[in-house]
């Protein structure tokens, strides 16, 4: 097996700097599990760097984070990391976790089909909500803790040992579990406010490719 993993976490925005710091959470997990990180941080999130770590070390898991689409991911400043047609060759045989708005659309089904393993991410926008006052303080945020705590678990899952099935269905439930306490009467008004953007990222995450798969 091979002990290597890629994240990337580019955070040039306000938005991109809560996922900066809560897959810190994983990056702790991983070393502790004596992974070999490869974390593309901040200005490392770019598409020369990638490339590079990702030909010369063979990640047997990535996990992106930042701004997407359905045929793209992107890193630092908006720089394309990974688009469909061009670069489904640098995830082959590789398990992936886009979390990142829509690139499970179409990109995830151009890689399993060019040979990634497993592709989880999204088939719409993924949706998190965050509050400007703590903006220096991410881990500390409870609603965007509601979004993000439940996505972590797919890489911690699979850092785990699980399987990619089970680490997404993991994190599906820990998510549903979260809206329904949005809902409850002990739950915030804000929470409440959101709560539907949760239930659309729990309909829109998908897993693309080999569910048995493991890191």
Known sequence: ??????????????RLNFLFFWSQ???DLAIKKNF????????????KTFDSYIKRNSPSFVFFNGHGSADVVCGHNGEVLVCANRDE?????????????ESAFLLGYRCVK????????????????YSKNFVFHPLDDNICRRFLEPTN???????????????NEYSKVAMLNNFFSMLSSASTP??????SFLWGDIINQVLIGNPDSRI
């Open 1 to 14: 097996m091979n002990k290597t993993i890629l994240i990337t976490r580019p955070n040039y925005e306000e």
């Open 89 to 101: 060759f640098l995830l082959k045989d590789k398990i992936v976790y886009s979390r990142t708005c």
């Open 190 to 195: 804000g929470e409440r406010t959101v709560a």
């Open 153 to 167: 678990l797919i890489a911690i899952k699979l850092l785990k040992g699980h399987t990619s099935k089970e680490a």
């Open 25 to 27: 959470k994983v990056v």
């Open 36 to 47: 070999t990180v490869l974390d593309l941080r901040a200005e490392k999130s770019n598409k």
């Open 114 to 129: 060019s040979g990634t393993k497993t592709f989880i991410g999204y088939v719409s926008p993924f949706v998190f909500f």
